[in-house]
């Protein structure tokens, strides 16, 4: 069978202008964070365990463990919170719909017993505390007349509860049960983050008025501020304290992450250091999150960039993690030598991977814009995006050349290169075929059908093209000359995918009726068939190396391995491999084959010789 080997996780999902919450568990040193529907647990000593938790139904703003480390309770934009087991498969304990729109925040009591969320609410309903295991309401929080962005539990005795948001003020609650005891005006903007520290003493805030603020944490008076003059210049996001309580981390939109000590009583809070960052200063690179965990500090940018330093050594440049965010569409091998991988979302981010690495760089693809397709030579990449469009781009050591750009006339279904002479590249259109040749158009061909799908062999002579009418016509190519060889006609749906073997001595395809067929190239004969394991449309498909195993991977979230010269009912299946489905497929070797999909992250399978 397939066991799972490794997942390249996706970033946090971010939105200009709001804080995101990272957290996480300190016995585990797991941290969660929020993509879409999914809920993803990472461990900080080894960033490729990764696990995902997708059964929220609506997309997922913020999770938290529980103080024992057990349970993990996570809320989404419908107000809903759903608490499930950190083991055992995540089996889900409660579900509460807890307020009536997006929730933005949400923790724990210390003892575990409670837990309060905030956010949007319809009339005043912004913060509500319940019990974990009934859903019963303990308090009443009257007082906001806005979004509440943020929320915090004191972890000692007497429990209060700070809640703070749009409308720019911060309110203290006693309890339980909760009541509403005062409303705090010190903000002149948003307020964006509330925390209180590990021993409960104080809590702070943080705002778009550039201010931090610190509080006594029973009564609530005001102790002191974050220092101004070597404060930040834009609004502050989020705000964590270090586990001892006597620092806090902060980030902001001017970029900038600030470990700031705060004294014994409070009174002020003086810079300590401006973490060191290396971004290209772009607005993605502002700073939304940020989470101290033991030894670890960490930040999020905007571009879901997350980077991890040492608490111990502040000038230790940091680890950067990234990934995307959005549906991988296309993934490929960059350099079969070195074993390296090249993944594309449609939002225009490209990324290198390492095989037991893992993220090894961000290509600069904002010159192409949004991304369709993508196929990777030995020296170039060729790319195509929803517009008429496509760039070829030289591969230069770490990062592209500068592009050059074609307009053929039509949005690109699908694109292919040769790879001797590699300046050939066929680009399927709705009506037909261009070909090119470096960035100059040879020839555009009407072909008489509606085109869905193309592939050119290695030596550009051949060239297969797949229709709306699930036929697949067999061209030999010579110049800018196309002549029709054949048609073959065994798919009852769209084709979407034609790849040739490694060896050229075979070519697979797969339609959207599910099916997938290999062919002997030669005598065009089925050598492969009944392969229609899939219950949904098949968007992509790979070849091992050896030419010995074919992989599809499908809208049904699976991937299915085939081995040539045995039944297709002796298949493999990874079931569930990406939420949402399946859209990128390649192998590495004979024993690994790697998978994309819908949920922003890229997973290598280890095929187990059965």
Not at 87 to 104: A, G, M, P, Q, T
Not at 536 to 541: D, G, K, M, P, V
Request: charged letters at 20%.
């Amino acid at each position: 069978m397939a066991t799972l080997s490794e997942t390249y996780a996706c970033v946090p999902s971010t939105e200009r202008g709001r804080g995101i919450l990272i957290s996480g568990d300190p016995k585990s040193n797991n941290i969660l964070y929020c993509t879409a529907r999914s809920v993803i647990i990472r461990n900080l000593d080894n960033p490729l365990q990764v696990s995902v938790y997708g059964e929220h139904a609506y997309p997922v703003t913020v999770a938290r463990y529980s103080p024992n480390g057990e349970w993990i309770a996570s809320a989404d934009v419908s107000g809903t919170v759903r608490i499930w087991g950190t083991h055992n498969d995540f089996v889900l304990k409660n579900e509460f719909r807890v307020l009536s729109s997006r929730i933005d925040d949400l923790q724990w009591s210390a003892d575990g017993m409670r837990i309060v969320a905030s956010g949007d609410g319809k009339g005043k309903s912004f913060v509500r505390a319940f019990m974990w295991d009934s859903g019963s309401t303990v308090g009443d929080f009257d007082g906001h007349s806005r979004r509440v962005l943020s929320c915090a539990f004191k972890p000692t005795r007497p429990f209060r509860i700070v809640s703070c948001g749009e409308d720019f003020l911060v309110n203290f609650y006693d309890g339980p049960p909760f009541k509403f005891n005062m409303s705090i005006r010190d903000h002149t903007n948003f307020v964006n983050c509330v925390r209180y520290s590990p021993d409960g003493s104080k809590f702070i805030t943080v705002s778009s008025d550039r201010k931090g603020i610190i509080y006594d944490g029973k009564t609530g008076n005001k102790l002191g501020e974050l220092s101004a003059e070597d404060g930040h210049k834009g609004s502050i996001y989020a705000v964590s304290w270090s586990p001892d309580s006597k620092q806090v981390l902060t980030v902001s939109a001017d970029k900038s992450a600030k470990v700031w000590d705060i004294l014994e009583d409070g009174s002020s809070g003086t810079l300590n250091k401006t973490l060191a960052h290396t971004e290209s200063g772009g607005v993605e690179d502002m700073l939304v999150g940020c989470l101290w965990q033991n030894d670890h500090m960490l930040t999020v940018s905007l571009g879901g960039t997350i980077n991890l330093y040492s608490a111990k050594d502040l000038d230790k440049s940091p680890l950067t993690l990234s990934g995307h965010m959005k549906n991988v569409t296309v993934l490929n091998l960059l350099n079969k030598s070195e074993k390296m991988l090249l993944s594309s979302s449609y939002d225009g981010i490209i990324i290198r991977w390492i095989p037991g690495v893992g993220y090894s760089g961000k290509f600069d693809s904002k010159q192409f814009g949004l991304i369709k397709l993508l196929a990777v030579g030995e020296e170039e990449v060729i790319t195509s995006g929803f517009d008429n469009k496509v760039y070829r781009v030289p591969l230069q050591g770490e990062n592209f050349g500068p592009a050059e750009q074609v307009d053929v006339g039509s949005q690109p279904k699908d694109v292919s290169l040769a790879l001797n002479p590699p300046e050939l590249a066929l680009i399927a259109i709705e009506s037909g075929i261009v070909l090119l040749t470096g960035s100059k158009i040879v020839s555009t061909i009407n072909l008489g059908f509606t085109v869905t799908a193309c592939t050119i062999s290695p030596d550009g002579s051949e060239a297969i093209v797949g229709g709306q009418d699930g036929k697949l016509h067999i061209y030999s190519v010579s110049g800018d000359t196309f002549t029709e060889q054949s048609v073959l006609e065994k798919h009852r749906g769209a084709i979407s995918v034609i790849r040739y073997s490694p060896d050229f001595t075979m070519f697979a395809s797969a339609d959207l009726n599910r099916e997938a067929v290999v062919w002997d190239r030669v005598s065009r004969e089925v050598k492969l068939n009944n392969m229609l394991f899939h219950t949904a449309r098949i968007n992509c498909l790979a070849w091992s190396p050896d030419n010995r195993l074919v992989a599809t991977g499908s809208l049904d979230t699976c991937v299915i391995i085939y081995e040539i010269g045995k039944p297709a009912a002796s298949r493999r299946t990874i079931k569930g491999a990406h939420l949402g489905g399946v859209y990128g497929l390649t192998f590495i070797d004979q024993e690994r084959v790697v998978s994309s999909g819908e949920d922003g992250c890229i997973r290598v399978w280890t095929l187990n010789s059965d």
